[in-house]
Every structure is written in structure tokens, then in C-alpha cells.
């Protein structure tokens, strides 16, 4: 039997060591996330298991089965800056609770091998690639362009990798770890507010919503702005301004789409000058992909016609995209059995922040992700919390699941 308050237990030794009075500072390949690392290793010790990283950093730990088919349950431990207790280390903690259980309950042998991953960046808090690890497993990374990704300093993520003991040339070496993998699971809060509006502790995921990430650049004409008659103006920020206003019908337009512009800069960026160069960031997000490809269409006619407007011009380019990742219709049925067991009540959901589970998924590996409830819907900051009795539940629900997905590996073997 699992033993859910050694996960509470875990998750606030980890908070005591890896956060400050702003909250956890795991940030990818830094001091700290090692730190987190080594901690997390001292826990596997006394168990049956080898564990070794792969070429892109992800720490794979397998408990071997009578079968060389696994099951892998996985997450993260890195987080954002200034960020929260739960995120991405919940599940990795949960699952080695699981881990351990099913040591104990089948003497070091399970019916099929067993794997709990924690994926290497999942955040891309520090350079701005999401999904670093799995990607990289998944065989989608992309290196020429993510090589010479600077942080706020200015370190490279090659350098940051390599005193880390990343090759970032290697890093395709992780798609090895795809060998006989039958099933992932992957647990994780909410980070958004449905479960808790509907009363809810546990959801099921029914997939990852699709991403478009652009680069918005409105060119109008830098002026001195006490000697330019408003009507003379080519104001880049007014074209942007619009836009930002028009992009939440666009996206309200359909229940479950959100679309936000997130970062806005002004060139020159003085308080005496008409901004003649705007650059804004769009991220736009649905589950299903003919949805998202209208938004995305709707946005780009909204910014040509808002351009014209403002007498300026407009250009776009493209940060990423990911399309929408469904999860496997069995793994869903049975995850809901799982929760409903445990909690006596489901809710089927999409998940809108993306998770590795996409990139496992992506490559057609059986996927299901489990949420718990996330208080006020709060995540990336301190603020971020979870009541402990339904993370408890959490930790009992994907247990049997896991329990429920061997049996599941074992019929379709």
C-alpha cells in the first residue's frame, strides 16, 4: 500500500531546501535543481533499482519486471523562479511512493518493468524551450536553434548544459529510453481553477491543447511626441494596443480557447517619442486544431487591419507551436475508474499549460495525466497550494492506476 504522507512529507522537506521566502527556486541547471537532484537520489537507496540520467539529463529509475515491458510514471522537479511547492515535484515524488509500493507488494518484481522518470527542463523558465528533456526523448528537440538560447545573463544553453555534463550535440541519445515502453502516467496539479469551482478533487486529463507561439512586430514611425499632431501619427503601440483588446473575443468565441499577449516592447521605448517598433508575443491555445488554426487566422487579419488603421506595418514570426496531443481512450476509461474508486467523483478536463506527457504521447506511447485540485487555480508562485487531504487522494488514485495500467499491459501483451 502506498503511503501518501510520506509524499506530504517528501514535498516539504524538498520545499525546506530548494525555496526561500519567494518560494522554490528549482530553476533548470542551476545549483539548486542539482541540489534537488541529490536529494532525490539519497530516496532511492534502499530500493530494488537501477537509475542512470540519459543524454539529455532525464533520470530514469526502472524496477524490473517479469516482463521487459514498462509501465513509466513521470514529472519534473524544476521549476520557475519564485515558484511553487507542487509543481512538477508532486508527481515525481508520487510516483516514486508508487514505485516503492509496488517493490514491497510484489518482492522487487512486478508483473511488468516499472519506470519513474524526472524529465530534465520542463519549465524552460531559464531559456525559453518548454519540454527540454522530453523532447529531446521524443526526438523533437531542436538544437540549432536552442544551442545559442541566452538566459538573462547571457550564459548560453550549451554552456549551461555543459556544466551540467550535457553534450547539447548528444542530446538525441535520450530517444533510447523509448525502448518497450507500453504506458506513461503522469500526475499533476491542476494549475487553473475548474476542479475547485466544481467541487472536485481529482480530474481526468483528456489531453494537452495545441500551442501557437508568435512574434508580433508593428512598424510605424519614431516622432517627437510633443511636436506630432495625433493625426500625423504612426504609433506602433496603438496598432498593438488594439490588438491586445481583440484577441479575447477572438478567443471567447469558443469555451475552452484562451489567447493571451504576454510581453509587449517599445522601441525607442522613451516617454518623448511615438513608438515606431512594437514588438508583442501572441500564445494561443485549444484542444482542437481546426479551432486554433482559426484563431490564429482571425489574430493575423485582426493585426493587418489594425496596422492599416495606425498607417504602420506588420510582420510575424513564429517562437513554436505544438498541435493538440489526445491522450489514449483506454488509459482516460481507466484513469477514471481510478479516481471515481478513490474519490467517488471524476471530471473529464483538457490540460491548457503543456507537460511532458504531450511529447511521450506525440510518439504514440499509451498517455494519461491525472490533476488534483489547485486552490484558486494558482500556480508559478508561492501562492500555489493544494489541500493535503486531496493530496493524498491523489497519491491513492495513482496508485491504482498504475495498478489498473499493469493489468492493462498484461492483456495487451
Known amino acids: ?24 527556486q528549482r530553476l533548470a541547471w542551476s545549483q539548486i535543481w542539482l541540489k534537488a537532484r541529490a536529494w532525490f537520489e539519497e530516496r532511492l537507496k534502499s530500493l530494488p533499482v537501477e537509475h542512470h540520467y540519459d543524454a539529455a539529463g532525464n533520470r530514469w529509475i526502472t524496477l524490473p519486471g517479469k516482463s521487459d515491458k514498462a509501465l513509466v510514471i513521470g514529472s519534473h522537479l524544476d521549476s520557475v523562479p519564485n515558484g511553487g511547492w507542487l509543481d512538477g515535484c508532486l508527481g515525481v515524488l508520487a510516483g516514486l511512493e508508487v514505485l516503492t509500493s509496488l517493490a514491497n507488494e510484489y518482492n522487487g518484481k512486478a508483473p511488468c518493468t516499472v519506470r519513474l522518470v524526472d524529465w530534465a527542463d520542463e519549465e524552460g523558465a531559464r531559456f525559453g524551450r518548454s519540454l527540454f528533456g522530453s523532447s529531446a526523448f521524443a526526438g523533437t528537440h531542436t538544437v540549432n536553434a536552442d544551442r545559442v538560447r541566452t538566459d538573462r545573463d547571457g550564459t548560453t544553453l550549451e554552456v549551461a548544459l555543459r556544466n551540467c555534463g550535457i553534450d547539447v550535440e548528444r542530446i538525441g541519445g535520450a530517444s533510447r529510453e523509448q525502448k518497450n515502453i507500453a504506458a506513461y502516467l503522469e500526475l499533476h496539479i491542476e494549475q487553473g481553477p475548474i476542479l475547485e469551482k466544481l467541487g472536485k478533487p481529482l480530474g481526468v486529463v483528456l489531453g494537452t491543447k495545441g500551442v501557437e507561439r508568435w512574434t508580433i512586430t508593428f512598424h510605424g514611425q519614431e516622432a517627437h511626441s510633443g511636436s506630432t499632431p495625433m493625426e500625423a501619427r504612426r504609433d506602433a503601440l496603438a496598432s498593438a494596443a488594439k490588438l491586445a483588446l481583440e484577441i479575447r473575443p477572438i478567443a471567447r468565441k469558443h469555451p475552452q480557447s484562451v489567447a493571451t ?18 514588438e508583442a508575443t501572441l500564445d494561443m491555445r485549444d484542444l482542437d486544431a481546426n479551432i486554433l488554426a482559426g484563431m490564429l487566422r482571425d489574430a493575423r487579419e485582426a493585426s493587418e487591419r489594425f496596422a492599416q488603421e495606425e498607417r504602420c506595418s506588420v510582420e510575424w514570426s513564429k517562437i513554436w507551436s505544438i498541435e493538440p496531443i489526445p491522450f489514449h481512450p483506454e488509459l482516460i476509461k481507466l484513469c477514471e475508474e481510478a479516481v471515481t474508486e478513490t474519490a467517488e467523483v471524476s471530471e473529464k478536463l483538457p490540460s491548457g499549460p503543456l507537460h511532458d506527457a504531450a511529447e511521450v504521447a506525440r ?6 495525466m491525472m490533476f488534483v485540485q489547485s486552490l484558486n487555480g494558482l500556480s ?24 489498473k495500467t499493469i493489468h492493462w499491459i498484461q492483456q495487451h501483451g
Not at 516617454?271 to 512594437?278: F, I
Not at 510518439?363 to 494519461?368: C, H, Q, R, S
Not at 508561492?382 to 491523489?394: G, P, Q, S, W, Y
Open 261 to 278: 499577449m504576454g510581453s509587449v516592447k517599445t522601441f525607442p521605448g522613451i516617454v518623448t517619442a511615438v513608438v515606431g517598433r512594437c
Open 1 to 24: 500500500m502506498v503511503d501518501p504522507k510520506t509524499v506530504l512529507q517528501n514535498l516539504e522537506e524538498l520545499r525546506a531546501l530548494t525555496a526561500d521566502e519567494q518560494g522554490a
Open 380 to 403: 508559478h508562485n508561492r501562492a500555489e497550494d493544494t489541500k493535503r487531504e486531496h493530496l493524498e487522494l491523489a497519491v491513492v488514485a495513482l496508485n491504482r492506476l498504475a495498478e
Open 363 to 368: 510518439l504514440g506511447i499509451p498517455t494519461v
